[in-house]
DNA sequence: GCCAACGTTGGC
DNA sequence: GCCAACGTTGGC
C-alpha cells in the first residue's frame, strides 16, 4: 500500500470540508507530475496525508484515503470553471484525478515548521525539498510512520 | 503583498 | 530544440 501527500488550500477546501463531504473528486490538479502519480500510482485504499497550503500555519491536518481509480477531472471541459483547459477535449482529456475519502482529522496540525525539524528521520521527503512545488507527492512507509508518530 | 522557484509557452 | 518571457505556487 503506497501513501502519498495532498495539498488543498484551506480557503478554497479545507479537512472540515471533506470530513462534512465524507468524500470528493480531487479536481484542478494541473500538474503533469501530480496527474502522473494519481493517474499512474495511486490505488483506492493509499493513504493520505491531507496538508494545508498557502495558509497560516501550512501543515499536514488529517488523513484521508484514495477513494477511487483515475478518471478524466469534468472542470477542464467546462468553460465556467477555474481549471478549464482549452486544450483538453472529452476524446482526449489531459487531466486526471481521483475521489478522496476522509477518515480524520489529526489531534492538532503537525506544521511544515515541525517537519523541517525532522527533516533528517524524514530523509529525502519531496515536500522539504527547496523550490518544492508539487501538489501532489509520494510518502515512503518510514515517513508515513514517523510522521503519524508525531501526532 | 512580496518574491523565489520553477513549469509552460511560443518565437525563432 | 533553445531559451526568454510569463504565469503559478506557496512560504513568509
Redesign the pocket.
Known amino acids: 500500500m503506497a501513501h502519498w501527500l495532498m ?1 488543498s ?1 484551506p480557503e478554497e477546501f479545507s479537512i472540515d470540508d471533506l470530513a462534512a463531504r465524507g468524500r470528493e473528486p480531487w479536481t484542478g490538479v ?4 501530480a496527474r502522473n502519480f494519481m493517474r499512474d500510482d495511486m490505488r483506492v485504499g493509499d493513504g493520505v496525508f491531507f ?1 494545508h ?3 497560516a500555519v ?1 501543515g499536514i491536518v488529517g488523513i484521508a484515503r484514495v477513494a477511487s481509480a483515475a478518471y478524466p477531472d469534468p472542470t477542464q471541459f467546462d468553460p465556467q470553471s477555474d481549471y478549464f483547459d482549452p ?1 483538453s477535449t472529452p476524446a482526449a482529456p489531459r487531466w486526471q484525478m481521483v475521489d478522496v475519502a476522509f477518515e480524520r482529522k489529526l489531534p492538532r496540525t503537525i506544521s ?2 515541525e517537519l523541517r525539524r525532522h527533516a533528517e528521520a524524514l530523509g529525502d521527503f519531496p515536500l522539504l ?7 501532489v507527492l509520494p510518502v515512503s512507509d518510514a515517513q508515513w510512520k514517523t510522521i503519524l508518530a508525531l501526532a
Open positions: 495539498k488550500e494541473r500538474n503533469y507530475q496538508y497550503s498557502n495558509c501550512p486544450k511544515l515548521d525539498a527547496r523550490g518544492n512545488r508539487l501538489s
